[in-house]
């Protein structure tokens, strides 16, 4: 018999209790001998609840049950869930979580201490909810050199673009269209900013190079600029706007990371990736691109993937079945100020001379009746754009990169 | 030192060695030891060729030497191959293999055998070329009970399809096309008539129910009768037509398994893969959709699927790394015939009265100018379309499945 313990009762940790009891059949027989939840770690009582008196208040009585193999950490956080796994770690508990910013922060650490203590830190579900992409990476795609990951990993704020783009309705609407529907959080930065995705580009990124990517350091712009202005032009020109996250190894050793709204082609694959769905596409040298695709948030799909590293960990225990390679060091990024890309303005018709003398070649995108205009750079590198961009000052309403 | 032996020097055999030898820093740092390809086996000799040395055309000096403890089995076909890799397996050596037909025949007895002499039979590269599907299907799906896989197997007929789609060519015209760029072979008939399909929605049946699905008692129909007017009418009814593979978990405990043209609407996700590419879409019953999409053929990510295989058997040397269940027993097949769905017709403009009175209920698709008309039934069983449908004789041009 396999026990498990869940840290945190909310969203996920009751996710994570109803795929393990429910699917038992499944879960047992893949585990290769059967499984159950014995505690649940939470501060508050669940009066009702049917795993009622599975619910625990006392973490010590976790760590120092010896039946207890596997810990899911979903309490979220990078304080007590730290702690609190640091200690499962080292007491030989294999840790599985859902929580992106702690995986983010000290990724490498954990990895580490739980292959010392012949047990894992597994974080399937800290990226693209229920979509196996990790896994995929770690074990799967082993023989390619990644060259390039280029991904849609927020699913509020793709929710959000894609009603706005549908809809023609300005962002600020939207996004309280989304708050109602429980689709955005009331405090919605993490996700408009583009925060979350960061960490899970971090993620990402340090698995696909095997060092650090210091999550910090990825340059980060939300959507909370995106106008139904840009989405009219982006229309016209046959392209749509998302968040997108990008990760590509360069030809000097260096990784150019950053989050930041892409205006793209139709028919580019991320393109289709619509609604809170997720989309995560991978260039490998050999394989070409790869794109994994399904719903990165929501509580079975992201409780599904936490539980596939409980049988993953179930299936080794006593010794650790981390394979992938994460090491401490840091990883050197790119100067994104330096690299070359087109952009995409949206200006006030009365400055069009001026836009178009200041980046001469580009293509013009024109409206009837429309105020605006916009119009597509040639390439140029990032820093050349800010020169002009600055002389032009608040001329230009809007700028966005080109994919 | 891990030795590896490549059975069959064609396009997939040598894109294994460049993968191996080109990629090697990336593959043996995965395999967590230094990887060579030492044999070749191949009837012809290569002059010339960089791996020239390597080619033997004796299977017994591969098969006899201790330093090689995994086989790649790219040579096609059921009969050497199956001997090839009894052989190998019986010796303890693990088997990796492109062979859908082989797998979709002697999958589970291959499979039994590796496990029986503590190797492996790894076969991610025959379903899906380079798209990672068998691994996350087998390790990180693990939760899930999975309802239904639908899917896009094969590139020459996705290709074909979707240039019929675009150019409004008929499908003798593309096929040539198609054959002239290499894209279909000079006899089509595997793909054309679903055959190849057919072998893989086996495969992934038979992982999904953990039983032999038996590839001949699946209902396959290939994309041979599929015109330029039925893709007009499709056009007018903003769908397409895909040959899409089914396998649908009925809640009587059979499985549901069928290769067809279906007509499908531009939103759903598999609408949306075009070319020689594939896309697997597996529902789950906690995770609900989640897809894999990529290039489902050509030499390097096949090769690359091969490798992948060959990693994860390095890493278990002297045990297996099989995770699937796979028995021997048989999974009884529903009868397509008793399933219900909608239909789509094409017929003349003369014989719209007799097919309306006939399937009533439905929704007329006309163009202007056109000499056909486009109808969707209601939807009833197929027995009972087929009984209607064979007193209206040939007055029916064609009839596609609605997805």
Redesign the interface.
């Known amino acids: 018999m396999i026990y498990v313990a869940v840290l945190g009762y909310g969203t996920v940790g009751s996710?994570v209790v109803?795929?393990?009891e429910n699917?038992n059949a499944?879960?047992s027989?893949?585990?290769g001998e059967e499984m159950h939840v014995k505690y649940i770690l939470d501060l508050r009582d669940f009066p009702g609840d049917p795993y009622e008196q599975l619910v625990t208040h006392d973490f010590d009585s976790i760590l120092n049950d010896p039946e207890v193999s596997i810990v899911c950490e979903v309490m979220g956080g990078v304080g007590t869930a730290y702690q609190y796994t640091r200690a499962c770690l080292e007491a030989g508990k294999s840790v599985c979580t859902s929580n992106k910013e702690l995986v983010a922060k000290h990724g490498a650490e954990l990895i580490e201490i739980a292959r010392n203590h012949n047990c894992s830190y597994m974080f399937?579900a800290s990226v693209g909810g229920?979509?196996?992409i990790i896994?995929?990476l770690n074990?799967?795609?082993?023989?390619?050199?990644i060259e390039k990951i280029s991904a849609i990993l927020n699913g509020t704020t793709n929710y959000i673009l894609t009603k706005m783009e549908q809809e023609g309705a300005d962002y600020e609407e939207t996004l309280k269209q989304a708050q109602a529907l429980g689709y955005a959080e009331r405090n919605p930065e993490a996700d408009v900013e583009g925060h979350d995705t960061c960490r899970k580009i971090a993620i990402l990124s340090s698995l696909m190079v095997g060092k650090n990517v210091d999550s910090e350091k990825i340059y980060t712009e939300g959507i909370t600029k995106i106008t139904a202005a840009d989405f009219a032009l982006a229309k016209a020109a046959d392209m749509t706007i998302k968040l997108v996250a990008t990760s590509n190894y360069l030809e000097n050793g260096t990784l150019l990371a950053y989050v930041s709204p892409m205006i793209l082609a139709k028919e580019a694959?991320l393109a289709?990736v619509n609604d809170v769905f997720n989309g995560v596409l991978i260039t490998?040298?050999?394989?070409?691109?790869?794109?994994?695709?399904?719903?990165g948030a929501?509580k079975?799909?992201t409780?599904?993937?936490v539980?596939?590293d409980?049988?993953?960990c179930a299936?080794h225990v006593g010794r650790t079945s981390i394979?992938c390679?994460w090491d401490k060091e840091e990883m050197q990024l790119a100067d994104l100020s330096e690299t070359e890309k087109v952009f995409f303005l949206r200006a006030a018709l009365s400055a069009k001379d001026e836009i178009v003398n200041a980046f001469p070649g580009g293509k013009l995108i024109e409206l009837e009746g429309a105020e605006e205009f916009g119009y597509f750079t040639t390439c140029m590198k990032e820093k050349e754009f800010d020169a002009k961009a600055i002389v032009l000052g608040d001329k230009i309403h809007n700028r966005i990169r080109v994919a």
């Open positions: 996710g109803e795929v393990i699917n499944e879960v027989l893949k585990a399937e229920g979509i196996p896994r995929p074990k799967a795609l082993t023989p390619e050199r694959p289709s490998g040298n050999m394989l070409g691109d790869v794109m994994f695709y399904g719903r929501g079975l799909p409780a599904s993937a539980v596939s409980v049988i993953d299936r394979v390679i």
